[in-house]
């Protein structure tokens, strides 16, 4: 079993900046997907951002030029820097590493508000 947790979340003004960390129990990163996924208030999760285990990213229209995912084999962490913060960014953040078949794991979340 693998753990993630994520971190980094808060409260920020429109316009700043938030970066997120998803540490994982052990080495997984460099073997699965990895993959940042938002929820917000009364909408189904969505998914902001994946990169694979040959590190091409992708991004959801919403947040391209905005938001940059990456990760940290060595330390076993994704990232994800969020730039141009709007509040239609609010809502709870989510990581996630899977290959796509039967591996799947899910962090608890982190809360991202933006707001004046």
């Known amino acids: 079993q693998v753990l993630l947790v994520e971190s980094g979340g808060g409260l920020v003004q429109p316009g700043g900046s938030l970066r997120l960390s998803c540490a994982a129990s052990?080495?997984?990163?460099?073997?699965?997907?990895g993959g940042w996924y938002r929820q917000a208030p009364g909408k189904q999760r969505e998914l902001v951002a994946g990169?694979?285990?040959?590190?091409?990213?992708n991004y959801a229209d919403s947040v391209k030029g905005r938001f940059t995912i990456s990760r940290d084999n060595a330390k076993n962490t994704l990232y994800l820097q969020m730039n141009s913060l709007k509040p239609e960014d609010t809502a709870v953040y989510y990581c996630?590493?899977?290959?796509?078949?039967?591996?799947?794991?899910w962090g608890q979340g982190t809360q991202v508000t933006v707001s004046s």
């Open positions: 996630r590493a899977h290959d796509g078949l039967i591996t799947n794991y």
């Open positions: 052990r080495s997984i990163f460099s073997i699965y997907t």
């Open positions: 990169i694979t285990t040959g590190g091409t990213t």
